[in-house]
């Protein structure tokens, strides 16, 4: 309860609204589930789905399609709709599933919304310890309503970073293994916490310095990037180049250390 009132002192936007409902209603979904025994099935070997995914996402679909039918969905558990709308809600209704399932405390619903190609709404909610991130393109980036941004980290030497490991071990997993161990070399510390979007999050509110990951799919990173943008941070993918979510690779961080960051990997 005391979530929701801070997010009231927000000014709001209709979009918003949706976002942050259907957010706390299916996070207050996955904090039940959590008391439960998990039931899990595979979708590959270390790829679980769990109930909490699939009732998330029911309870996001439900609200989003209540206000607005005749936007697009792209939703990790389901079909999805592709209908004639410039505007599409993209939807992880869980993320960090593999930390659900242990119970380790870190997973989150993700849900943005874009117009055409670019990010409007972007609302993360780490689940576990009841907060809430959300952007508005052009209005910054809140947590709990509070205002977010980024790290003045200026060298990498000083830096904090975060990265994650797709679930199929193939070359781009052996080739972040090698960018893993160059960065652990080159920074303070990289953490490998198991949810993209929170990972991004956490750079949007100066927790962490940067964070880089390949493998990614658009509902991993839709919403977070608004977030770090609106925090005042960068992203591209690994060459520099523009970063859309449609993109497996990702590079987020501070803007201070971009450039840094890149060298790294390119090198
Ligand atoms: C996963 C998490 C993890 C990342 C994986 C994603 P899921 O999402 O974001 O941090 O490393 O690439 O697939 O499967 O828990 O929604
Ligand atoms: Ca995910
Ligand atoms: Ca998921």
């Known amino acids: 309860p005391s979530q929701t009132v801070r997010l009231m002192d927000r000014e709001r936007n209709p979009f918003l609204e949706v976002a942050l409902s259907a957010t706390q209603e299916a996070s207050d979904y996955i904090r039940e ?28 679909l439900r609200q989003i399609e209540a206000e607005y039918p005749e936007h697009s969905i792209l939703a990790e558990e389901s079909d999805g709709k592709r209908l004639k709308s410039q505007f599409t809600w993209i939807i992880d209704p869980l993320d960090g599933t593999t930390n659900f399932v242990h119970g380790y405390p870190f997973y989150a619903v993700s849900i943005a919304l874009f117009k055409d190609e670019s990010p409007l709404i972007g609302v993360v909610s780490d689940v576990f310890h009841e907060q809430i991130y959300s952007a508005v393109l052009g209005e910054g980036a809140y947590c709990d309503g509070e205002k977010i941004s980024v790290t003045g980290t200026s060298k990498l030497q000083k830096a904090l970073l975060a990265t994650g490991f797709p679930y199929i071990h193939d070359e781009i997993w052996q080739r972040n293994m090698e960018y893993f161990r160059e960065f652990t070399d080159r920074c303070q510390g990289v953490r490998r916490a198991g949810a993209a979007a929170l990972d991004l999050c956490h ?36 060459d520099g180049s523009l970063f859309s979510i449609f993109h497996d690779n990702i590079v987020a961080s501070n803007g201070i250390l971009h450039k840094e960051m890149l060298a790294v990997i390119n090198s």
Do not use: Y
């Open 33 to 60: 589930q959590s008391k439960l025994t998990r039931q899990i099935d595979f979708k590959g070997t270390t790829d679980l789905v769990t109930q909490a995914d699939r009732g998330s996402e029911e309870i996001i």
């Open 203 to 238: 750079v949007a509110c100066g927790w962490l310095d940067g964070f880089w990951e390949h493998g990614l799919q658009p509902w991993d990173s839709a919403a977070g990037m608004l977030i770090v943008e609106e925090a005042g941070g960068k992203i591209t993918r690994n």
